[in-house]
């Protein structure tokens, strides 16, 4: 059966940087948790081989900053400032996934390059991403790539495990452990109003 990451990608609330949180910050975080709306979808974690192959697609470098829309347990961001000494911002709804990517960062000693944000990804400021990555689902993605033609630069990178962007055609597709993974590019400014529709 394929794996898939549902990730928790969607909320009405605000976002909220918590960098380094430790258990003061639980009670903190179950309040946020009440002026969240319910994940759309649970979370199934990004096998690390698909992990490899969506930051080696991407061309990661240490002058990348990666965004991961819809974190989960931070293992992207972490990989990426890991492998490649790049900065890394992890958005997720669900404030135990924030937990636990905060714990995996200072557990693998990179919290002075990565940060995750408990908030909704539709409303977060994804404009400083040089490669934003997704393992989200197909209508997401589509709800979504206006946001990433908007905020993003001409030339960002993003990558999607397993879920493609409609009539968005891929610059590149990888299968890796039966899934694929997608590559896009973000067009100059003048093309991406040309750019297809999601109808």
């Given at each position: 059966m394929?794996?898939?990451?549902?990730?928790?990608?969607?909320?009405?609330?605000?976002?909220?940087?918590?960098l380094g949180a430790t258990e003061r910050s639980i009670p903190l975080l179950a309040q946020a948790a009440t002026e969240l709306r319910e994940p759309d979808v649970i979370f199934v974690p990004t096998p690390n081989?698909?992990?490899?192959k969506m930051l080696e697609m991407a061309k990661v470098t240490a002058k990348d900053v990666v965004y991961d829309l819809g974190c989960g347990d931070g293992r992207i961001v972490i990989t990426a400032a890991q492998k490649y000494r790049a900065r890394g911002v992890g958005i997720d709804i669900d404030p135990e996934?924030?937990?636990?990517?905060?714990?995996?960062?200072?557990?693998?000693?990179v919290t002075e390059r990565v940060k995750f944000i408990l908030g909704d990804l539709f409303e977060a400021d994804i404009s400083p991403a040089t490669v934003v990555?997704?393992?989200l689902l197909t209508d997401l993605n589509l709800k979504l790539r206006p946001k990433l033609m908007k905020d993003l630069n001409p030339g960002a990178r993003v990558?999607?495990?397993?879920?493609a962007m409609?009539?968005?055609?891929?610059?590149?597709t990888a299968e890796v452990g039966g899934t694929t993974v997608y590559l896009w590019r973000i067009p100059p400014r003048s093309?991406?109003?040309?750019?297809p529709t999601n109808s």
């Open positions: 394929e794996r898939r990451q549902f990730l928790a990608g969607l909320g009405a609330f605000g976002v909220a940087p918590l081989d698909v992990v490899d996934r924030i937990g636990e990517a905060t714990a995996n960062a200072r557990k693998a000693g990555t997704l393992y990558v999607s495990h397993a879920f409609g009539d968005w055609k891929p610059e590149r093309l991406s109003a040309l750019a």
